[in-house]
């Protein structure tokens, strides 16, 4: 599985982005996705999940109620809409993607995934 993530840039505090990653090598039906972001010298945080089908989504308490992530099977590609950007949603983030045979299950945690996009960086100015 391939994953390219696209989308990141600068914006101002209070604005939107919208992060894309668009998969290949698998039938991305069958590919349950996340979004997670990373700074320098931190830890991987989960950002958010979603099922196979699309039906389940989870968020971190962090972005809860300003992201959404959503799921176009027909074309390959999870997306992450980033609304009232912060500055601490500064970071480099990335889509992670796992094989699993459950329509309704997502993953928070980074070892659960086994397959990761290149990062792209999204800078939020104060």
């Known amino acids: 599985v391939q994953l390219q993530a696209s989308g990141g840039g600068l914006v101002q505090a209070g604005g939107s982005l919208r992060l894309s990653c668009v998969a290949s090598?698998?039938?991305?039906?069958?590919?349950?996705m996340g979004w997670f972001r990373q700074a320098p010298g931190e830890e991987r945080e989960f950002i958010a999940g979603?099922?196979?089908?699309?039906?389940?989504?989870y968020y971190a308490d962090s972005v809860r109620g300003r992201f959404t992530i959503s799921r176009d099977n027909a074309g390959n590609t999870v997306y992450l809409q980033m609304n009232n950007l912060k500055p601490e949603d500064t970071d480099v983030y990335y889509c992670?993607?796992?094989?699993?045979?459950?329509?309704?299950?997502?993953?928070?945690?980074?070892?659960?995934?086994?397959?990761w996009g290149q990062g792209t960086l999204v800078t939020v100015s104060s």
């Open positions: 992670a993607a796992r094989i699993d045979y459950s329509e309704n299950y997502f993953y928070t945690e980074a070892r659960n995934y086994a397959y």
């Open positions: 090598g698998r039938t991305f039906g069958g590919l349950v």
């Open positions: 979603i099922s196979r089908s699309g039906y389940n989504t």
